[in-house]
């Protein structure tokens, strides 16, 4: 069965400071994506990730995917407040395109000022 | 654009009653999934599909639920005798087409349940 698990689970950090989130999966996967959810919103998506060493970055966000370890990481970069969210990695359950997202259970960020 | 929708928006229900949740994908989306999504929680897939097909069904808690697609549009999300437990945010999503490499699923503003 496959798990994901994001760390930390809550993350509390200044403006303009650099800062990681990680998602471990368990098993392989054909892709991974990063979605962020405002409160009380619907989920936004940010970054699809479809092979191993793939680097996406937008604007103070860098995602990245090693396969070999089943982790990808979001950098965020000289972080500013409009950046406070919850950050959820998802992981395509199976192989051959099957649809079927298994998301991990969230980070929430919030910067301060 | 528009993007996906739903409707309710909020269901307040009673125990034992049935409820149905529509979804309406972004036009010309061939790939359509339904999540449930718990406080504090990431999404937990329940169903797809492409077109007027179900291609996996397998996170339907159980058999009061059911979805359907018919004319490979517009879908609808059906809970039978609700329990309180089935409480929880449903979100549906909608992609160009799930085969494709760089396919993303795009979500729904969600509908809130609630069963008294």
């Known amino acids: 069965e496959l798990k994901v698990e994001q760390n930390p689970l809550f993350l509390s950090m200044q403006e303009g400071k650099n800062y990681t989130i990680y998602c471990n999966y368990s098993t392989t996967s054909d892709r991974l994506y990063w979605y962020r959810q405002d409160p009380g919103k619907s989920l936004e998506s940010l970054f699809v990730?479809?092979?191993?060493?793939a680097v996406k970055q937008e604007g103070r966000l860098m995602a990245s995917l090693d396969t070999k370890a089943r982790l990808s990481t979001l950098h965020i970069t000289a972080a500013v407040h409009d950046l406070s969210a919850t950050y959820f990695c998802?992981?395509?359950?199976?192989?051959?395109?099957?649809?079927?997202?298994?998301f991990g259970q969230g980070t929430t960020l919030q910067v301060k000022p | 654009g528009a993007g996906v929708s739903q409707s309710p928006r909020y269901k307040v229900t009673k125990r034992g009653q049935d409820v149905a949740l529509r979804c309406d994908p972004i036009s010309g989306h061939v790939s359509l999934y339904w999540y449930r999504q718990a406080l504090g929680q990431g999404p937990e897939f329940l169903t797809y599909f492409n077109y007027e097909a179900q291609q996996d069904k397998s996170g339907l808690p159980n058999d009061r639920f059911s979805a359907e697609r018919p004319e490979g549009s517009i879908s609808t999300l059906t809970i039978q005798r609700t329990e309180q437990r089935d409480s929880a945010m449903y979100r549906c999503?909608?992609?160009?087409?799930?085969?494709?490499?760089?396919?993303?699923?795009?979500f729904g503003p969600g509908t809130r349940l609630t069963v008294l």
């Open positions: 998802a992981v395509e359950h199976g192989s051959g395109n099957t649809g079927k997202l298994i």
């Open positions: 990730l479809l092979s191993n060493g």
């Open positions: 999503a909608s992609s160009l087409q799930g085969g494709l490499a760089t396919d993303t699923q795009y």
